[in-house]
Structures are given as structure tokens and as C-alpha cells.
């Protein structure tokens, strides 16, 4: 199966997208990967390392959109550019069936939408990062930024995409959803709670657990939490914010401390890098944009090589398991039903 | 200067109650404390310590307001309850100026409204804490969670109560107030934000510096960020959550570890418990609610003592300040501009 890769996306482009895409190639034999990108740039990183040169396709593009620019306008008018002859790439070619991109934001879900094409009858596709949890055990966050002005079918929307997903990626045959709310009892919530809520209670089908407080997103209880996009990317730059700060308030204690805190940091050290990178939710791979006709993950912006081979095998276990047919499917059925 | 406390409101009511308010009468000689609740309760523990007698007065209630009642149905109803008979103690006595409770933040919110009366002309009073930040200095979250839906109207009234609230408490001529909202360009944020972002913009004589990421809330970059109270809610309790979460990892892999990571906790103990205090808000006293005609604290349900006294001294520093009047004076000059 065929990944296309934009090698140019991304803070650290191309060199971590490139090592990246060799490494997935190592961890799955299945894989041949596209990349995408200016070859005068990718070549001298290739020639520099080992890999099985039938398994990488070469595309040239010249030229790259920054995160400064306009989605809708750069998707448009740079046709030269590594995203969007990626996105070319895999609407053109069949057996090319996912895509991987550290770039803009922005333009990833832009070029998505106009390119790859929302699959019919969902109402708005939606960006859904997996987070770690205290059990071990993922959490599929939809939305996380793409709609922020939502209704309520949007959520349920999410729902449906989200279940796919989480099924695909956590390994659970019927996902506890819940919904985002300030308190978990029923009559919790906003007005687009309170109608997010009817909406999914009555679905049939889905095991839809109730309202789910900020408090216990990570805590493992739960498969997939529904929100709209402007709240799910204050629940998700919240968290991070915090854990940046006690880890950046813990640092200052063991530097700024006696002997006793600096030794206790040193021992401690792999501990700490432990649980860093167990709660490191981009070194998991990237967020899926659900609800277009392929497979599109969104690698952070920061990606190293092992985020870019993590999301490149994340979009071929998506393509495996059919994820956006299984969207399509659960939408046409729903649309089915209501007719 | 008396301030009302609710002894039997919150989790560790009446006892820690009432030894946070002992505590605070030792750390300021001009405060009185009336402590509303069952005699029959509080007297023992009063027996077992010493203080000045002549600071405490005591009200009898016979009955308590718990988290599972309906806030509007128990206020109205429960006229023997601490906290209906507290409110009615700092309406009715002049000397009285600010209010302390631990209890069920509906049933005090609702209580504050029905009972110390919304200032003129403030469209919505709002629940605010002061959380700690990375450079050590405090930032007010406004509104936290009494008002799920808003309109920009009201989040502009936020931020000039807010704006009171961080002069008297954080030690800041003028606030750099900044809305909450999915990044910190001008154009993000749902149709809410971008409202209240002209509003705010317009809006003379306050320092108001854009948006806000919910990553940056915890940075120190702001002293009051402004937001609807359902995600000053989400916010606020995903922060928490992540916080939980990491240091919940942390124990783990100390006492889950070898020799070495144990010993290196053990080192470490100090610093860390350090950063949790640091860190842990419900320890630097309560979340006021703002917009109301005198000082209400709402500590929170699991105070201890110390989270007590802190919120009964914040209480008595808002009343210095006289922060119901500035906020009332905002407000009026507001509206009188309008006209």
C-alpha cells in the first residue's frame, strides 16, 4: 500500500519527514511510500542512508505552503507546491490510500476538503487527535479545531466518524462515547450540549455514556469525547499548557534547589522522560481528519522522524481497516434511517 | 471588619470550616467572623481551641444545602439552612461585607443572585478564580463556569468586573486582559469570540491585548483572560485533569520503578510537593463572583482550612478594595458613555 508523504510540511522538513518515512518503511514491509517534495532537497538526505529504493516514489514540487499563508488562497493558487501535488498524488493514483502531512493546519484541512472531497452526507469533517490516558488506553478528542461554530447534528456527526475511528485505531468493537460538558450529570451543558445530547442519546447503535467532564478526558474511562472544535482545542491546548508548566515548575525546583532536589532530579530523570513520553500524544502520530474520502492525518507541526513514521503507519492501519468507508457507510445508513 | 461564613458548607464541613476561620482571625487582627451553622456542631471544635472570643459570633442554622439539591428550589425553601441564613446575615448587617462557603457553587451562586442582589446594570454576574502562573504571578479566569451561554455583550461586562477584581487582588494598575479563544491571530475564535473581540477592542480605558491560546492561560503573559463559562469551565477542569494525570504517572513510575527511581522520589518529595502548592489555586483562596452588591468567595468543596483562611482574608481584601463598588462604577460609566 501506498502512503504519499509531504516532505516539505513541517518545522523540521524535509529532513525528520524524510528518516521518518524510511523508518515506517522498516517497521511495515507492506509500505511503499510517495514522497513529495523538492528532490534537489530530499536526494542528499536519501543518499546518506539505506533503505530499499523500490519502496520510495519520488514526486517533485518546488515549491511549499508556510503557515503564514491564506489555506484557501494557497491551496488555489500553489499548484507547485508539495501539498498540493500530494494531495494530486493520492486522489489520482487508486492504490494510494492515505496521506501524511506535518504542515499548516490550515491548508492540510482546506486542501483536504477541496482535494480529497468530503464523503457524502457527512456535515462537517473533523480533526480527532488519539490522547493517552492514566489506563494506558487511548482517547479519540473529535473535534479538535476544525469546526469552530458547530450544531448539533455536527456532534452527532462527530460521533459516528469518531466510533469508526477509535475502532480502527484503539482496538475496541463498541466505543464508550461521551460528550464534552462542564459537569457530567444530564442537565449539564450549553444549549448545543443539551441538543448534542438528545441527539445522541436516541442514536441507536452507539454506546453513548453520558456527559464527560475536562477533568477526566485522560482519564481513561472513555474511547471518544464529542465537542465542538472550538472547545476541544481548549480542552487540548489547556492540558498541554499545564503539563508544560509543571514539568517547566518541576525543572526550576530541581535546578533551583540544594543538592538533595538536584540529586533527586538526576535519579529521577528516566522516570520523568518516561512519563513524558508516555503522555506525548504527537509521538503517537498525528490527528485524522475524518470525514473525507481518504485517509489525511495531520502530524504536528514539530514532528521528528519517529512522529512522522508513527503517523504514516497510523494512516495505513486506517486504509487497512477501511475507515473511511466504514464513515461513509455509518452516515448512508443514518441517512437511511431518517428517510 | 465581619465576614459571614457558611461552617457547614463543603466537604470537610464544619471543622475545617471553622479552624480556617480561627486561622484567619491570627492573621488579621481587624477581622470579625460569623460563622453560620449548627451551634450544636461547631461549639465543640471552638471549645478545643484558643482564640479571641470576641472576633467569633455565632448564628444557628439548623439545616445544610447539599451538592444533589436543586440550587433555586433549596435557596428558596431551605430558610434554615446556613447558607440561606448566612446571606441573610450580610444583607441584613451593614458591618458585614464579605461571604465566605464551601458548598454546592449552584446553591451559592443562586443564593449571591437571589439574595445579595446583581449589580445595576451588569447583564450577568460571573464566577472567577485566580489561578497561578509560570512566572509566579496570578491570572483571573472570567467568567469559570455560572454562565454556560453568552453573548459578547456579556463577556465585554466580564472583562470590566474582571478588570476590578485583578486590581484589588493581583497587584496591577491595569490588567492585560486578553480573550480566550483557538489561537492568538486577530481572526480566530468561533462567531462568539469574534464579537466580543470588537467589543473589546472599542471598548477605552482597558488594556486589552488580543487573544489568547488556552496553552498560554497558566504563561503569566495576562492577568485576566475572558471567556463564556463553559470554556472558562472546559478550560479550567482539562488543566486540572492534565495536572492529575501527570503527576498520577509520576507516582507510577516511582513506586512502579526500580531503586533508583524510588530513591530519586524520595529526593524529590520536597520539590514536587512544592510545585503542586505552587500550583494548586484552591490553596491561594477561592473563585469570587463578581457582579453581585457585596463580596462573595465560593472556596473550593474540599477546603481545608488553609484554603479557608485564604478565602476569608481574599474576601476581606476585596471589601477593602471595595471592589462591588468599582465594578458598579464601571459599569454605570459604561452605560452612561451609551447613552
Known sequence: MKIVVDAMGGDL?????????????VADKDLTVVLVGDVDKINPILQEEKYDKARVELVDAKDVISNDESPTMAIKTKKE????????????????EGFVSAGSTGAVLVGAFMKVG???????????????????????LCDCGANVDCKAVNLLHFALMGRAYAQAMLDVEEPRIALLSNGVEDHKGNELCHEAFELLKAEEGINFVGNCEARDILSGDYDLIVCDGFNGNIALKSAEGAATTIIGELKKGVYGGGLRAKLGGLLLKPTLKGVMKRMDYNAHGGACFLGVNKVVVK???????????????????LAVHKTPENIKQAIQQKAAVEE
Open 13 to 25: 522538513a524535509p529532513k525528520e519527514i524524510v528518516l521518518g518515512s524510511l523508518d515506517a518503511l
Open 118 to 140: 468530503r464523503i457524502k452526507g457527512v456535515s462537517r469533517p473533523a480533526l480527532a487527535p488519539i490522547l493517552p490516558t492514566a489506563k494506558g488506553n487511548g482517547v479519540v
Open 299 to 317: 502530524s504536528h507541526g514539530a514532528s521528528k522522524r519517529k512522529s512522522i513514521c508513527a503517523s504514516i503507519l497510523q494512516a495505513k492501519s
Open 81 to 96: 507546491s508539495s501539498l498540493v501535488k500530494a494531495f494530486d498524488y493520492l486522489m489520482a493514483n487508486e492504490d494510494a
